[in-house]
């Protein structure tokens, strides 16, 4: 399984959108096709930032997606770049690729020269705790209770 720039893989934004919308589509970031596809869109092209990456099988079918993003939360100004809509599709669940996708995702980022990250998760504090990251606020996002989380770029990055 090799993760790579959605870029190289345009086939894949169909299957990504479908995914997205029908695993979140209750959720507004996720509730209109049209715009995960215009976002999938700009994180294809060649700039930086904003940069999606996907996780192909050898077969060349979608396993996992996920993108670095620019100013995920407005109610957050000081956050400008984010880690998002990490999905692993279930049957490539339980093997680590989201965490493999989140690191690709952050070192990408800070390959870039970007400092510092941010996410928000509802539930998966733990599994970003265990790749480093830290609670740095609490916010209602979408009418659930997340953790904003922050992965700060080390010597050396």
């Known amino acids: 399984m090799q993760i ?6 345009p086939n894949l934004i169909d299957p990504i959108v479908s995914t997205l ?4 589509g209750d959720l507004p970031p996720w509730a209109d096709p049209a715009v995960i596809r215009e976002r999938l869109m700009a994180g294809a092209t060649t700039a930086p930032i904003p940069h999606t990456l996907v996780a192909v099988t050898d077969q060349g079918t979608l396993a996992a997606t996920g993108s670095v ?3 995920e939360l407005p ?3 000081d956050k400008v770049h984010w880690i998002g809509e ?3 599709l279930p049957a ?11 690191r690709a995702l952050t070192d990408h980022a800070f390959s870039q020269g970007v400092p510092e990250v941010f996410l928000y998760t509802p539930d ?11 609670e740095v606020a609490r916010d209602v996002v979408n009418d659930e209770t997340v953790s904003v989380m922050k992965l700060a770029r080390t010597a050396g990055c």
């Open 86 to 88: 990490v999905f692993v």
């Open 124 to 134: 998966q504090q733990s599994l970003y705790a265990r790749l480093g990251w830290v």
């Open 69 to 71: 993003k620019l100013n």
């Open 21 to 24: 919308h029908d695993s979140w």
């Open 75 to 77: 109610g957050h100004p």
């Open 4 to 9: 790579q720039a959605l870029r190289r893989h």
């Open 92 to 102: 490539h669940q339980g093997r680590g690729l989201g965490s493999r996708m989140t």
